[in-house]
């Protein structure tokens, strides 16, 4: 029956984008290490442009 095929067919793609919701997208290890320097670097900017206010 047409119907009931449409119905499974929505019901895969439903299926694949709670998936793809569950399952973020994987972050190579580098581009890891990359954000984590940058947010560090970031932090120490921060930290020093408040010693100079003071």
């Known amino acids: 029956m ?3 095929e449409e119905l499974v067919r929505r019901d ?3 299926e694949e984008e ?3 919701m ?3 997208p994987l972050v190579r290890l580098d581009e890891l ?3 984590e320097h940058t947010h560090k670097r970031r932090e120490e900017e921060i930290w020093m442009a408040g010693l100079c206010v003071e």
Request: net charge positive; hydrophobic share 40%.
């Open 2 to 4: 047409v119907v009931r």
């Open 12 to 14: 895969h793609v439903v």
């Open 18 to 20: 709670v998936r793809r």
């Open 22 to 24: 569950r399952d973020p």
């Open 33 to 35: 290490g990359e954000l």
